[in-house]
């Protein structure tokens, strides 16, 4: 837990409501956390499903780890220190905009189980659905269009999880998606349905 080093501040409570923005928006705030390897699919997959519910007149919005990593988060690195600081804000930040009634699609890493169980803390019950999207090292391997694995294992790139740093995989995830095994338009169609069979996206 993050240490509150900020004295005399105090929590504002606001006039309008969670349930009054999504009244509004006609649909339930929600962070939804893909988590996997490094090109398992989770920017993929949270792209397609936010064009998906845009079609759909849901408001939705994807935090992905790189383009995160360029403005709050530039200042960290990839040591598990940086990683564990870094996950802690995109949580805030996914909560504040879960709160403003979002559906809000994240894709991180976000390798130790102990980070993202505290993310799911700071959200109420129902407000996180950790989505693993699975693959194997070996299928990330061959979707390497970025060259990563290949530097990892010339040993360019320190601490790149799947090689040199561990993945801690998801014991109870609300959703399993293994993009080996199916298209991205199936991955898209059972990560949207699971929101709408759970009261995400309204009537």
Same mark, same amino acid.
């Given at each position: 837990? $993050?240490?509150?080093?900020?004295?005399?501040?105090?929590? !504002?409570? !606001?006039?309008?409501? @969670?349930?009054?923005?999504?009244? &509004?928006?006609?649909?339930?705030?929600?962070?939804?956390?893909?988590t996997?390897?490094?090109?398992?699919?989770?920017?993929?997959?949270?792209? $397609?499903?936010?064009?998906?519910?845009?079609a759909?007149? @849901?408001?939705?919005?994807?935090?992905?780890?790189?383009?995160?990593?360029?403005?709050?988060?530039?200042?960290?690195?990839?040591?598990?220190?940086?990683?564990?600081?870094?996950?802690?804000?995109?949580?805030?930040?996914?909560?504040l905009?879960?709160? #403003?009634?979002? *559906?809000?699609?994240?894709?991180?890493i976000?390798?130790?189980?102990?980070d993202?169980?505290?993310?799911?803390? *700071?959200?109420?019950?129902? @407000?996180?659905?950790?989505?693993?999207? $699975? #693959?194997?090292?070996?299928?990330?391997?061959? @979707?390497?269009?970025?060259?990563?694995?290949?530097?990892?294992r010339?040993?360019?790139?320190?601490?790149?999880?799947?090689? %040199? #740093?561990?993945?801690?995989?998801?014991?109870?995830?609300?959703?399993? *998606?293994? %993009?080996? $095994?199916?298209?991205?338009?199936?991955?898209?169609?059972?990560?949207?349905?699971? &929101? #709408?069979?759970?009261?995400?996206?309204?009537?």
């Open positions: 837990m $993050a240490e509150q080093r900020a004295t005399n501040i105090t929590w !504002h409570s !606001h006039h309008v409501t @969670r349930e009054d923005r999504e009244k &509004l928006l006609g649909q339930k705030g929600v962070t939804v956390w893909l996997g390897l490094s090109g398992s699919g989770k920017s993929t997959i949270a792209v $397609a499903a936010e064009e998906r519910l845009i759909r007149g @849901r408001l939705a919005y994807v935090l992905d780890g790189d383009n995160v990593r360029h403005g709050l988060n530039k200042n960290l690195g990839f040591s598990p220190e940086d990683r564990t600081e870094n996950i802690r804000r995109i949580g805030e930040v996914s909560k905009f879960t709160e #403003a009634g979002v *559906i809000v699609f994240t894709s991180f976000s390798p130790y189980r102990a993202r169980d505290l993310v799911r803390g *700071i959200h109420e019950a129902g @407000r996180f659905v950790e989505v693993h999207v $699975a #693959a194997s090292v070996e299928t990330c391997e061959s @979707r390497d269009v970025k060259g990563l694995y290949a530097k990892a010339a040993g360019e790139i320190k601490e790149f999880t799947g090689i %040199t #740093a561990p993945y801690e995989a998801p014991l109870s995830p609300e959703l399993v *998606i293994d %993009t080996s $095994a199916e298209p991205v338009e199936k991955s898209v169609e059972r990560l949207v349905t699971y &929101l #709408a069979e759970n009261g995400y996206l309204g009537s």
